[in-house]
């Protein structure tokens, strides 16, 4: 399939992602901080995943404090040094509103474990207090526009792959936008779901409990309804892959077979995907999209927050709700 132009559909530049901190860079940073931060990593109750994301963050933080701050120590670190770093990643490298609030919280989770713990033994930390609270909200802003993957658009994605042959892509689409399960869960679905009993006249078959966004390693405990639609894309690729697996989504290289990776996912939607409606999407709208789809197909909201979209609160299902209500604001003024 050739490549054809993909409207961005983006409302301001996107960030430049940060540059990792290196071992090299990591060991100028005073050892006050690099063992505070070594220190709070190994207690926390982080997925793999968060855990990742909070050294990342606390690593750069604390390079900015090397390079910005003359290596100031941690304990000394005032609102206003802190409104210097937001100020920095917001008008300098251009984060989202959602990236800066994402480093706040973490670096506020690092000063409450000294504010609650390191304090009591720590004489330098004695008065230390969370430098993050009471500062002003963060202004709100999106990188991009959110466009929803309509039922039209997917059928016309299936036709496509299908001409491709390309039964992983199926498998993976047909997930996303009908189940409504998030790229990282998608992955933990097993190819025993196949195998389950179905009573007669249901539409779906319950899958085994996947994990969930959510705090500590277990996350959030899910189970999520899979329609029967989904099951036969998910047998043709598991038929034609030639290899056994315990994971619907996996991959082979050589003789390396593993569970997909969740960077898969954000390949297949930027490089096949965008392609094929010729606007950018990425792997969250399908979340948005089959959420959409359902309440456009008269689903009530609370069937759709409480069994599709997991949320405790169907005030986060409305969030995710894009219908534009076209034939209702034509009734206005009509």
């Known amino acids: 399939m050739s490549k054809k132009d993909v409207k961005k559909n983006t409302l301001r530049e996107p960030a430049k992602k940060l540059a990792d901190v290196t071992e090299e860079m990591w060991l ?15 207690v926390q109750d982080l997925s793999k995943a968060s855990k990742s994301q909070y050294k990342s963050v606390l690593r750069q933080f604390g ?5 910005s701050m003359n290596n100031k120590f941690f304990y000394k670190i005032s609102k206003r040094d802190f409104m210097r770093y937001l100020s920095y990643i917001r008008d300098n490298r251009k984060m989202s509103s959602s990236a800066i609030g994402i480093r706040k919280s973490v670096v506020s989770s690092l000063c409450n474990y ?20 009471g500062l002003p909200p963060i202004p709100k802003n ?21 001409e491709d042959g390309n039964l992983l892509g199926m498998a993976w689409l047909a997930t996303a936008f009908l189940v409504g399960a998030r790229r990282s869960e998608i992955i933990q679905f097993k190819t025993e779901i196949l195998e389950y ?18 705090p500590s390693t277990d996350g ?7 329609p029967l639609e989904v099951l036969p894309y998910w047998k043709k690729w598991i038929e034609s892959r030639g290899y056994e697996s315990e994971f619907v989504f996996s991959t082979r290289y050589d003789n390396d077979i593993k ?7 954000n390949d297949f939607c930027t490089n096949t995907l965008s392609d094929m409606l010729e606007r950018r999407i990425n792997v969250h709208i399908f979340k948005n999209s089959c959420i959409t789809y359902l309440l456009e197909s008269g689903v009530p909201m609370h069937l759709v927050s409480k069994y ?23 009734q206005i003024f009509g």
């Open 114 to 133: 000294i504010e609650n713990v390191v304090a009591e033994d720590d004489g330098n930390y004695k008065m230390f207090r969370n430098f993050t609270r």
């Open 197 to 214: 009993s179905v009573p007669e006249g249901q539409s779906y078959v319950l899958s085994h409990i996947v994990r969930g966004k959510g």
């Open 63 to 67: 390079w900015y404090m090397y390079d």
């Open 28 to 42: 100028k940073v005073n050892d006050d901080y690099r063992t505070l931060v070594e220190e709070f990593l190994t």
């Open 142 to 162: 999106r990188v991009y526009e959110k466009v929803k993957v309509t039922r039209d658009e997917y059928d016309m994605m299936m036709k496509l792959l299908e």
């Open 308 to 330: 599709v979209a997991h949320h405790n609160d169907i005030s986060t299902t409305q969030i995710y709700d894009l219908r534009d209500f076209e034939e209702e604001k034509n």
């Open 259 to 265: 569970a997909m990776s969740s960077a898969w996912a």
């Open 220 to 226: 959030k405990k899910l189970e999520y309804m899979i």
